[in-house]
């Protein structure tokens, strides 16, 4: 295996990239309204490029990534802090690869998507525009890009959590600073909220470090040292709960959702992308990777109380959602639902629940972060995210209904869309072991049908309201933002194997260490990619 730091060069393009971009003059600089339009350019444009350099690193990381390998590829590990067992250490498997290519894939469509967020194009009508600048929020983004990628690399615990608590500054100065309505408020919610969940996995991760220590062994943060630590079925329960409950925050799981509504709201369209596309996913992929590995006996245990939270979730977010008058509120709360989906599929414990769920972390990356920017689209349009403010907007701007309409559907799970597959791949997972749980989950896709549709129907069909009838359909721009996510969840509905050839031996390895067996093996001689398994 080649020895090329992929994931350091990886995580160090964007950062540099931020050093680049704070060094550019800003709009402050001496000169005239075009010098600073031009300085202003040249941000966004570099911002554009770093990402797409990521971008192609990445996927040329993932070619070399081998499936029947080694379970963590591309590992470094060099040591940090030794006197307390801190190591840089970094290396993916399959799960953590679809989610780095999922972040650096949202990136450069996010910067598309925000050319001109920062001088305010969202904002409400007779809502002053932020005052910060242009190269401020570009540099905030790549920095938050280096840190996306540091959380789902990172293989030391005490690193997981530098940059799990470090992506919450650039999120929280993207949404106060750059905003909309209540920005602080929204911003200072989500700060708070997440803090809490940070200093409860803080504890639990020295708690972890004293209790690898014991037996005169040194301490360490390592992963692959950890998973093999004896800990006490009483003592996983409580390291249990102060990684789940963090995890479950950030997620956001019910009913630790609250801070989602507002800071998605809040937001500008392209930084939402960012905090329900990828942020959230963090608190999914925390599940599996510490939760379930490093706990096994507390999973267990808490099981039954995770699959309420999760159910709960499902119903209560596509009830909500269906009563919703702000249409960035309206799609958070399909996420919350979404995300009751994806802990549903976690701690269904089969290698189709699981498979599905990680595989859905990615599809709601793509079909949310769609809907969020064509959402954006016509905000800026209409400077409004009343939805009782549209009507009549696929006559006047048809190309923007369609893609609304298809993000609406892929969000609706419907077949031939890549969410289909993930959706069904987690009630299948769910219905051989907990038969009545994958039920009330199935009902959550009665609902969203009622609030996608109903949605589509308030705002792209009946009589065109006067003041969507100037409406421009979308530019070049914006549909080199948009068009690539639309194909990534009409191809990987059509053909995801690729993707879940990658996920599941991640999974089987996960099932492994959990102790936890499908309840139905597949049929004798029949092969499939959905029930393809490796050995550990």
């Avoid at 994931?7 to 003059?25: F, H, N, Q």
């Avoid at 990381?61 to 067992?85: L, N, S």
């Avoid at 801190?86 to 949202?106: E, Q, R």
Wanted: proline share 6%; aromatic share 12%; glycine share 8%.
């Amino acid at each position: 295996m080649s020895t090329f730091p992929w994931l350091t060069v990886i995580g160090a393009i964007p950062l540099a990239g931020a050093v680049v971009v704070a060094l550019t003059p800003g709009q402050s600089a001496p000169g005239s309204d075009a010098d600073r339009r031009a300085r202003a350019r040249l941000v966004k444009v570099l911002t554009l490029v770093f990402t797409l350099i990521t971008l192609a690193v990445t996927i040329a990381m993932a070619t070399a990534f081998k499936t029947g390998g080694p379970t963590f590829q591309f590992t470094q590990t060099y040591q940090w802090i030794p006197q307390f067992g801190v190591h840089y250490a970094v290396g993916v498997d399959g799960i953590a690869l679809v989610l780095i290519l999922m972040t650096v894939v949202l990136m450069p469509v996010v910067v598309l998507a925000s050319w001109n967020d920062a001088e305010g194009e969202s904002s409400p009508a007779g809502e002053p525009p932020p005052r910060r600048s242009v190269k401020t929020y570009f540099t905030l983004m790549l920095v938050l890009e280096t840190m996306m990628i540091g959380v789902f690399a990172a293989t030391d615990v005490f690193l997981f959590y530098v940059f799990f608590e470090a992506m919450l500054i650039p999120m929280y100065f993207m949404i106060g600073s750059f905003g909309v309505g209540q920005r602080q408020y929204a911003a200072v919610k989500f700060l708070l909220y997440s803090l809490f969940g940070g200093l409860l996995m803080l504890v639990a991760v020295i708690a972890l470090y004293v209790y690898s220590a014991h037996n005169g062994h040194p301490g360490t943060f390592l992963f692959s040292q950890l998973v093999h630590v004896s800990l006490s079925t009483t003592t996983q329960k409580w390291l249990f709960l102060g990684f789940f409950v963090a995890f479950a925050i950030k997620a956001p799981v019910w009913p630790f959702h609250t801070w989602l509504p507002d800071a998605a709201s809040a937001a500008q369209p392209g930084a939402a992308v960012v905090l329900v596309g990828v942020l959230d996913k963090v608190g999914t992929f925390g599940m599996i990777r510490y939760c379930l590995e490093l706990f096994p006996a507390a999973a267990h245990y808490f099981t039954p109380l995770v699959l309420v939270l999760s159910v709960t979730g499902i119903l209560y977010g596509a009830v909500v959602a269906i009563g919703q008058r702000d249409l960035k509120r309206l799609i958070a709360y399909t996420s919350l639902s979404h995300m009751g989906l994806i802990t549903l599929g976690i701690f269904a414990m089969t290698s189709e629940g699981q498979a599905g769920g990680v595989f859905y972390m990615v599809n709601h990356g793509f079909a949310t972060g769609a809907l969020f920017l064509i959402a954006g689209f016509m905000i800026a349009r209409r400077r409004s995210q009343m939805i009782a403010d549209y009507g009549g907007v696929q006559k006047v701007a048809p190309v923007l209904a369609g893609l609304f309409l298809i993000a609406g559907l892929a969000g609706l799970s419907l077949p031939g869309l890549s969410t289909f597959v993930s959706e069904f791949l987690v009630l299948v997972g769910t219905f051989t072991r907990y038969e009545v749980y994958a039920i009330l989950a199935t009902v959550g896709i009665i609902l969203a049908s009622i609030y996608i549709l109903w949605m589509y129907q308030r705002t792209m069909t009946g009589p065109v309201r006067d003041e969507v009838a100037g409406m421009p359909d979308l530019k070049a721009r914006e549909l080199w933002a948009v068009g690539p996510l639309i194909a990534l969840v009409i191809v990987l509905g059509v053909y995801p194997k690729p993707v879940l050839d990658v996920i599941n031996p991640a999974v089987h390895q996960t099932l492994v260490q959990v102790h936890s067996t499908d309840p139905v093996p597949p049929h004798p001689g029949t092969t499939s990619a959905l029930s393809q398994r490796s050995s550990p």
